[in-house]
């Protein structure tokens, strides 16, 4: 059985660099899938920030681009968030996700974890 | 960016009643090479992640009951519930995989009435 667990601390101070990992379980993410970062905020539909391959190859939300870099870490079977320059607008619960289908960043998500709370603030 | 527009914000069904909802695309999400539209529903509850319903606008997902169905093509979609359970309330999104970004809707509040 497949899961995913993020971890990461849960307060930011405005401007500085917002660091998440999430750990995968159950499959081993050289095996394929395009791994994925995803937020939301109460009371909002989710956003997503962007995907990563297990080759790293990555591709990102335009509207967060500049702010975004997602890793991966075959070894250690995780993959990464940082989300510098945060400001109280990233203030938001943070899921990482698998879609459904190995082969394809075009896919719905079919495995989330929990999720994990960050707040940006001083 | 494709957006995803729900109807309507918030719903009230009586149990065992049908509920529907809409999700609207600002463009087709319809794949001419497979035919395909690349739609999937979720539903999501308090104090927890998102759990995919649907994808490909109508294919339920392993263990869903049969009492969700999807429907629509291009632009146009529908969830519906054809007889509300007390479990199924929930907040629902819509959620585009034509292009990126993904996008989802802004998501319908499902309550008993």
């Known amino acids: 059985q497949v899961q995913l667990q993020e971890s990461g601390p849960g307060l930011v101070k405005p401007s500085e660099t917002l660091s998440l990992t999430c750990t995968v379980s159950g499959y081993s993410i050289s095996s394929g899938y395009y791994w994925a970062w995803i937020r939301q905020t109460p009371g909002k539909g989710p956003e997503w920030i962007g995907s990563?391959?297990?080759?790293?190859?990555?591709s990102y939300s335009p509207s967060l681009k500049s702010r975004v870099t997602i890793s991966v870490d075959t070894s250690k079977n995780q993959f990464s968030l940082q989300l510098t320059s945060v400001t109280a607008a990233d203030t938001a619960l943070y899921y990482c996700a698998r879609p459904r289908d190995s082969s394809t960043r075009y896919d719905a998500f079919d495995i989330w974890g929990q999720g994990t709370m960050v707040t940006v603030s001083s | 960016d494709i957006v995803m527009t729900q109807s309507p914000d918030s719903l009230a069904v009586s149990l065992g009643e049908r509920a529907t909802i809409n999700c609207k695309s600002s463009?087709?999400?319809?794949?001419?090479?497979?035919?395909?539209?690349?739609l999937g529903w979720y539903q999501q509850k308090p104090g927890q992640p998102p759990k995919l319903l649907l994808h490909w606008a109508s294919t339920r997902e392993s263990g869903v009951p049969d009492r969700f169905s999807g429907s629509g093509s291009g632009t146009d979609f529908t969830l519906t519930i054809s007889s509300l359970q007390a479990e199924d309330v929930a907040v629902y999104y819509c959620q585009q995989y034509y292009s990126l970004p993904h996008t989802f809707g802004q998501g319908t509040k499902l309550e008993i009435k």
């Open positions: 990563i391959y297990h080759t790293g190859s990555a």
């Open positions: 463009q087709s999400v319809l794949y001419s090479s497979n035919n395909k539209d690349y």
